[in-house]
């Protein structure tokens, strides 16, 4: 591993810290390393996340943990930082300038932001400054830690999780009627995930038939939206990107499910596997043929996997 992406594995450690204070924004984290007189080894003398929308950005927070004696080792540091700088004034002022501003002669930047205000322009203005810039260390996992971010973007959509629990003969009831199967630790990663993704959905029958709550309880964090669907009211996904959803968490019954399947519209796939069968009723949906495992565990007895499309899309 190189020095570059030991840095950059620090940057994505700290950005991901802003889980759920940096949204809408995406995570990004910020490393500054300089050499010092005192030692052969560069060390870290600033660091920072984006810790809220709104608030100062990854790159202003590291500059100002920089304590003052280690000002005047700007000028020979590096920045490292998740996401490419913005350029443009929103919320806060362009990073772009902090940088240029402070003196380093040196940025690495993991993942160009597509965001269309910046996409480059970042970059583009650091170099013109004079600043030396290195694109792409660790990018797929600077991109993979926004994965909503870009996918609503990118795609005009969120970023689209279908979730459902089943039996070891798959199916999700038994003969019709609703069927616990998560344990108590397992439920509290299905509301731990919930806390993390903008908005849930099921379908009226589940509605009707089960109630859910649909919250975190069992977990900390930001209540998702709540959506209800049937053929009569489908859901519009233009209308969940007007409405700023960047994620959302599919757990409908077996039809709704297997309508998001069939038309395409998913990112991830996360199936939880109980250790019991029962003789009859309604069948898991299928997965698709298009699916790789990416990871999977085993809590309490119960098998939690998670799928992903076998060709890496791009986001």
Known sequence: ??????????????????????????MVGAVIVAPTPSSAQPRIIGEGYHVRCGEGHAEVNAFRSVRPADEPLLSQATLYVSLEPC?????????????????????????IDDFA??????????????????????????RRLNHRFFTYHQCARPYIILKW???ANAFIDDHGHPLQLSTPFTQMLCHKLRAEEDAIVVGRVTDERE??????????????????????????????????????????????????????????????????????????????????????????????????????RKF
Request: charged residues 25%; hydrophobic residues 40%.
């Open 165 to 167: 629990a089943q039996t």
């Open 211 to 312: 109630h859910p709550r649909l919250d975190v309880r069992h977990w900390t964090g930001p209540d998702p939206k709540r959506l209800v669907i049937d053929r009569r009211h489908p859901l519009q996904l233009d209308a969940l990107h007007a409405h700023g959803v960047q994620s959302l968490i599919v757990e409908g019954g077996a039809l709704t499910l297997q309508s998001f399947i069939e038309r395409q519209l998913w990112d991830e796939i996360r199936v939880e596997t109980a250790p019991v069968t029962v003789a009859d009723g309604t069948p898991a949906p299928r997965l698709p043929h298009d699916v790789v495992l990416a990871e999977q565990h085993v809590w309490d007895g119960n098998v939690i996997s998670r799928f992903l499309p076998a060709v890496s």
């Open 87 to 111: 350029s443009h004034y929103g919320k806060t002022p362009p990073c772009a300038d902090l940088i240029v501003s402070k003196g380093v002669r040196r940025v690495v930047v993991g993942c």
């Open 117 to 142: 205000q910046v996409r480059g322009r970042g970059i583009e203005r650091l170099r013109q400054a004079g600043i030396s810039v290195t694109v792409g260390v660790l990018e797929e996992e600077c």
């Open 1 to 26: 591993m190189t020095d570059d992406e030991i840095y950059m594995h620090r940057c994505l450690q700290l950005a991901a810290n802003g889980l759920h204070g940096a949204r809408p924004n995406p």
